[in-house]
């Protein structure tokens, strides 16, 4: 056999493979906060109605699936959904670091995707961050003096009971905003889908999820559930 065999690079090791993989992980994970806050929506019709969903969550799948097999299957998507979203984002910066052939067309060119970069990242830890203290503090407990496992209204009022932590829930639901905005519009450009609703539909998205989700420490620190 001869040893001049050409490897084919799989896709992924391409860029237009890794703009794919940031598409495909951002939809599943676009999904997810859409539902998440569809969900938590719950919150207004009272302490029974959000914790009943909370157990239909844990119970979906049953009697086929024991309980929480399925729950369990949507958290390792994404989670699988996350490491993807983070490993294609930081590998496609290493690869437009080392070589950038094509030079952009003008100073403002560069400096528009320097800035859009730059605000995906930042918007990108301090959702990850925000994550991390969201699982210490509500699913956890970790981090929320009042936990009770099984209460998930609550812990919920028990945690945005506390100014600081409502507030860096606004705070962080908006950046998570900006991160979606930018995220949902550049995401059609990666799968080629062009159309003038592009922009509109990214603002809508961005908007729908930021309004739901300020609107639980808001409502919280209002006094308008408790
Ligand atoms: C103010 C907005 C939010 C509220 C009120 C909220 C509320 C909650 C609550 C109550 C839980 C625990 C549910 C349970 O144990 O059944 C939870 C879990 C979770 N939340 Fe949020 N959440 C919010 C925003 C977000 C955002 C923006 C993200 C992601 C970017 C997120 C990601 C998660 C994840 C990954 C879990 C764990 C789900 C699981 O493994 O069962 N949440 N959230």
């Known amino acids: 056999m001869s040893a001049a065999v050409s490897k084919r690079p799989s896709l992924y090791a391409t860029a ?16 997810y906060v859409l539902l998440h806050m569809i969900g938590n929506l719950k919150v207004y019709f009272g302490a029974e109605s959000l914790n009943a969903y909370a157990e239909w969550l844990r119970e979906i799948g049953e009697p086929a699936l024991p309980r929480e097999w399925l729950l369990w299957g949507m958290r390792f998507v994404l989670l699988a959904a996350v490491f993807i979203h983070i490993h294609a984002a930081y590998a496609l910066t290493m690869m437009n670091r080392r ?9 403002r060119d560069f400096v528009a995707a320097d800035f859009a970069s730059r605000t995906m990242r930042w918007t990108g830890i301090i959702v990850v961050l925000f994550v991390i ?10 981090t929320n003096p009042d936990f009770v496992k099984g209460d998930v209204y609550r812990n919920l009022i028990a945690s945005f009971e506390r100014a600081p932590v409502a507030i ?3 705070l962080a639901n908006m950046a998570l905003g900006v991160h ?3 995220g949902a519009w550049s995401l059609f450009q990666s799968m ?6 592009r922009r509109s ?17 808001l409502a919280v620190m209002f006094g ?3």
């Open 180 to 182: 979606l905005y930018h």
């Open 224 to 226: 308008v559930i408790n």
């Open 192 to 197: 080629g889908w062009y159309g003038t609703w």
């Open 99 to 107: 070589a950038r052939p094509v030079k952009y067309e003008s100073k």
């Open 201 to 217: 539909f990214a603002i809508g998205f961005a908007a729908i999820v930021v309004m739901g989700n300020v609107s639980f420490p």
């Open 168 to 170: 860096f829930y606004v």
């Open 133 to 142: 203290w969201h699982l210490l503090d509500l699913t956890w407990g970790t």
């Open 16 to 31: 237009v493979g890794k703009k794919y993989a940031m598409a495909v992980s951002g939809l599943i994970l676009m999904g």
